[in-house]
């Protein structure tokens, strides 16, 4: 009995904040611009997660794709532009880490700004690594054996 009126409970708690919540386009957008724009403004300085960090490559993308919605939408570039000059701050390089693919991730906006920009300064690194790690018949390091092995 007590089971059911939690789910019941949830329910309508659920219910009732939904019903507060306008689940527009317009809001979603809102809030999406301010997500970006706090996060242009909060870079992360440390010496722990610098710009190629893996840990960037998710924000990286998602920014890349809220850059074209701003632009389509809005005719608003500011959103490339900020990953154009992280881009040119770092040469369009990828993460430090030879074959770990988080740090190749970092380099996924770097391709598609290339394909907006068609420079191909944006897509060199990042080929020539990947190219390298596809086909690397040497030795490999301790950096990834345990990655590779069966």
């Not at 880490?97 to 690194?125: N, R, S, T």
Request: charged share 25%.
């Amino acid at each position: 009995m007590k089971k059911g009126f939690m789910v019941l409970v949830a329910y309508l708690i659920g219910t009732v904040a939904s019903a507060q919540v306008p689940f527009t386009k317009a809001a979603t957008k809102e809030v999406m611009k301010r997500v970006a724009d706090w996060q242009i403004a909060n870079p992360n300085n440390g010496a722990e997660h610098d710009d190629l960090d893996w840990t960037h490559a998710a924000l990286y993308m998602g920014m890349i794709d809220w850059a074209e919605i701003a632009e389509q939408e809005d005719g608003n570039d500011t959103y490339y532009k900020w990953l154009l000059k992280i881009g040119r701050k770092n040469h369009f390089q990828v993460g430090k880490w030879m074959y770990h693919a988080d740090f190749i991730a970092v380099g996924q906006p770097f391709i598609d700004l290339y394909k907006k920009y068609k420079q191909e300064k944006m897509i060199m690194p990042v080929m020539a690594r990947a190219n390298w790690v596809g086909s690397e018949e040497r030795r490999v390091g301790k950096e990834c054996r345990s990655r590779w092995s069966p």
